[in-house]
């Protein structure tokens, strides 16, 4: 009898009838698909004769171009690919996946479908076995019926301390591998824009350069999302380290800022305007993208000049300063995203244990501020503050309800630990807008990426799955993670022994 187990929640993906574990094989798939069943371990071969049958209603031409492309990057084969009409039971951004036949089907609503059908069987794929040396590949025989639940999975990098601009492409390549549709990309002060050349490093990357990668987004199906600061962090240098992209070569500049150098004054209009030129250029530099994140999380020493501390109160000033770019981009098509903290009372019992950097006035800021303004609450942390989620089950984030009760739209934001997953099913069971991985710094450790691709993108992929539970003892989770980004490295040409880690 065949085993098939086709049908099964997430957490059950792998079970089959009988006794045979196939986690393993699961294990694979990042993020962790809606269904998955594995009817058997006999390989099928991915080969010139294989015949992959594509269902859609989308134009064929281009289904057999994309598909042809992707089967000789990934494998080096070139399968007889058929198309027929279909696929309109299969949810946008959804896939299904039968390799149990003699033809491999897939069935797809959607470009960005088809691509997570490809980028699924590729980490499924095995090499060839049983031989020396070969190119050839190998498939499971699998079915698997997947959509991503939440539509808003964005993955954040931060592109700042001397980083090459190609780390930040490796990032973009494994988030939409890992099915994350959406990529933040943080400046600090290391792109040179031709309205203020002043406010860049001298290791700044040319505006040509990140072109290159937001038309590389538009290519894996992935939206390039520019996150400039329009309020604190606005010396694009670390609090500890000091540095300032600008006053420590143009103490000229020092008007544009509150006295200690770190907040834009907002109420000085040649500040506003100095934002409005970098902004501008940087949504033209991203191809127009639907959403822009204008930073503003941990604006210390705000309002602490005569000009900011004088005429209308400044809660009133911050706030006509958001909705002025809120007002900027809508006329343009695109919201904002900002970060929460300085919305939320920092002395506030309710938010003990939680990130709030808000003043006594934050209140009356946050009643302000327009509603389509998307809220970033970033938290990496339980409400009891800890990293590990307790045993005797998840404490709430009390702020994402209390924000949502507010009316905005948020978006959860994680980092490391036991919080991502525990956002990611927040935000879907509570009417989240969406989910955010952020990195902060470089990939630097296996505890960082694990994190990041295996349970950030199940975060919002299927946010009540745990990529976890098709963990045993046998399988080690960053040595899946590490083929993936060997996957990447290949499509990059990275062979170099020094940058082929991720460490
Ligand atoms: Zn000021």
Redesign the pocket.
């Known amino acids: 009898m065949k085993k098939i187990a086709f049908g099964f929640a997430a957490a059950l993906a792998a079970v089959a009838w009988g006794a045979e574990n196939f986690n393993d094989i699961a294990c694979r798939v990042i993020p962790v698909p809606q269904k998955i069943g594995i009817t058997s371990r006999a390989a099928q071969k991915l080969d010139a004769d294989r015949v992959l049958r594509i269902a859609s209603n989308l134009s064929e031409a281009d289904v057999k171009k994309t598909t042809a492309a992707l089967c000789v990057q990934y494998w080096g084969v070139a399968p007889e690919i058929v198309c027929t009409v279909g696929g309109e039971a299969v949810v946008e951004e959804g896939y299904r996946l039968d390799t149990t036949g003699e033809v491999f089907s897939i069935e797809v609503s959607s470009f960005a479908g088809l691509r997570y059908a490809l980028s699924t069987m590729r980490q499924l794929s095995a090499p060839e076995r049983g031989v020396e040396k070969g190119r050839g590949f190998v498939m499971p025989q699998v079915k698997i019926d997947d959509f991503p639940q939440l539509k808003f999975r964005a993955f954040h990098f931060m592109f700042a301390n001397g980083q090459p601009l190609w780390k930040a492409e490796r990032a973009l390549r494994l988030a939409a591998y890992c099915k994350y549709n959406y990529f933040i990309l943080e400046f600090w002060g290391n792109i040179k824009l031709d309205s203020h050349p002043e406010y860049a490093y001298p290791d700044a990357v040319s505006k040509a350069d990140v072109k290159k990668l937001v038309a590389l987004g538009k290519e894996l199906g992935i939206t390039l999302i520019p996150h400039f600061q329009i309020f604190g962090h606005a010396g694009c240098g670390s609090i500890a380290g000091g540095r300032h992209v600008l006053l420590d070569k143009h103490p000229e500049y020092a008007t544009l800022f509150?006295p200690s150098g770190w907040t834009w004054?907002?109420?000085?209009p040649a500040a506003r305007q100095y934002i409005e030129d970098c902004a501008l250029e940087l949504y033209e530099i991203f191809d127009r993208p639907p959403f822009f994140h204008v930073g503003g999380d941990e604006a210390y020493n705000a309002?602490s000049?005569s000009?900011?501390g004088t005429g209308e109160p400044y809660w009133k000033k911050v706030a006509a300063h958001f909705n002025y770019f809120r007002d900027l981009f809508a006329g343009k098509n695109c919201r904002i995203l900002m970060w929460h903290d300085m919305l939320v009372r920092r002395d506030a019992p309710a938010w003990k244990g939680s990130t709030a950097n808000g003043d006594a006035d934050c209140d009356k800021l946050r009643a302000a501020l327009d509603r389509d303004i998307i809220i970033c609450y970033w938290e990496y942390r339980f409400a009891d503050h800890a990293y590990r989620a307790p045993k005797d089950g998840v404490p709430d984030f009390p702020i994402f309800d209390f924000l949502r009760k507010d009316g905005f739209a948020v978006v959860n934001s994680g980092w490391m630990y036991d919080t991502t997953p525990a956002l990611g099913e927040k935000a879907f069971k509570n009417g989240g807008f969406g989910i955010m991985q952020t990195t902060w710094g470089t990939l630097s450790n296996s505890m960082n990426y694990h994190t990041m691709f295996a349970k950030g993108s199940t975060s919002g992929w299927n946010p009540a799955a745990r990529y976890e539970q098709l963990i045993d003892n046998k399988i080690f989770t960053v040595d899946i993670l590490n083929r993936l980004v060997r996957d990447v490295n290949y499509d990059m040409k990275i062979t170099d022994p020094a940058l082929t880690s991720t460490l």
Not at 265 to 268: D, F, G, K, L
């Open positions: 509150e004054c907002v109420s000085n309002g000049c000009l900011c």
